[in-house]
């Protein structure tokens, strides 16, 4: 917990060291050990795991709970704000996705409001639950899931299969390959252009492999990099200890429009990439 001037006898560095540790656990000599994962590929943060699920569950039951009880005569605040969100969601992707499927309206209410809640775990403060953690023998605890790269490319490599999935699906397999090897430079079909025409083939699969690949990668480290720089910039004015309440509270009230952003930014693009996949361009 942090004390006068924030950190204590650990010193500034440690003190920002022991917040961006996550709780970890990895398999070393056939033995389970925890937070001594060093360089251990197979390392699994126990905290972003747990708290990622744990927040899914809380939007499944909460919006379950609110279509089972929903009431057309006075809805109460909650069915309300459940209902502007819904409706939210389903004009946006109306609005970018013009094909048919059941699948995309429910993904983007699912990732909006599911990044929503782990981002908003970033306005807890920081020394609260770590300090409550520490009480029962829980050495690190990072609550944010978003500031963890691991859980922001999981997410986004389950959009690239579903691009890879909507492509083929609407395109077939050759069209999914044709999109890779004939755009954007169309290769020459007869006369001499035929002897350039594998090199244009090649360059064009280089070049939409690497647009391919850019998709997910730029999804997680978008969402990534601004929920890590926020959660730092919150460690930091912890640091000033008890002083810090005006400066947290300000940098709360910006932050939940990064939050909402940065969720509203993730669904957004999903629906764009899984719409270019459905289309022919």
């Known amino acids: 917990m942090a004390s006068e001037g924030g950190h204590g006898t650990e010193g500034s560095g ?22 001594d994962c060093a360089g251990n590929f197979w390392a699994m943060n126990v905290d972003s795991m747990f708290f990622s699920v744990f927040l899914g569950l809380v939007f499944l039951l909460l919006f379950r709970k609110v279509a089972k009880n929903t009431s057309a005569g006075k809805p109460g605040k909650f069915q309300a704000f459940v209902e502007l969100v819904v409706d939210f969601v389903d004009s946006s992707v109306k609005d970018t996705f013009h094909g048919k499927s059941k699948l995309i309206a429910p993904l983007a209410l699912t990732i909006f409001m599911w990044v929503f809640l782990m981002n908003l775990m970033d306005l807890i403060p920081v020394d609260l639950l770590p300090g409550v953690a520490s009480l029962a023998g ?57 002897i350039a025409a ?43 200890g008890w002083y810090q309440l005006p400066l947290h509270f300000g940098w709360a009230v910006f932050h939940v429009l990064i939050v909402t952003l940065q969720a509203f930014i993730f669904m957004m693009l999903t629906i764009v990439y899984l719409t270019l996949a459905s289309e022919e361009h």
């Not at 022991?18 to 389970?32: A, F, I, P, R, T």
């Not at 699969?205 to 730029?218: G, Q, W």
Request: glycine content about 8%; proline content about 6%.
């Open 14 to 35: 440690g003190y920002i060291q022991h917040h961006l540790q996550n709780l970890q656990v990895c398999k070393v000599d056939d033995q389970w050990v925890w937070n």
């Open 198 to 240: 594998p090199l244009i083939i090649a360059f064009n699969f280089i070049l939409e492999t690497v647009s391919l690949l850019a998709k997910p990668l730029s999804l997680s480290l978008r969402l990534f990099g601004n929920m890590f720089a926020g959660e730092l910039i919150f460690i930091l004015i912890a640091m000033i």
């Open 138 to 194: 829980i050495p690190y605890l990072k609550v944010v899931p978003t500031t963890d790269v691991n859980i922001t490319f999981g997410m986004s490599l389950s959009v690239f299969v579903l691009i890879i999935f909507f492509t083929i699906k609407s395109k077939g397999v050759g069209g999914f390959v044709r999109e890779l090897t004939m755009h954007p430079i169309a290769p020459p079909t007869k006369g001499f252009g035929l």
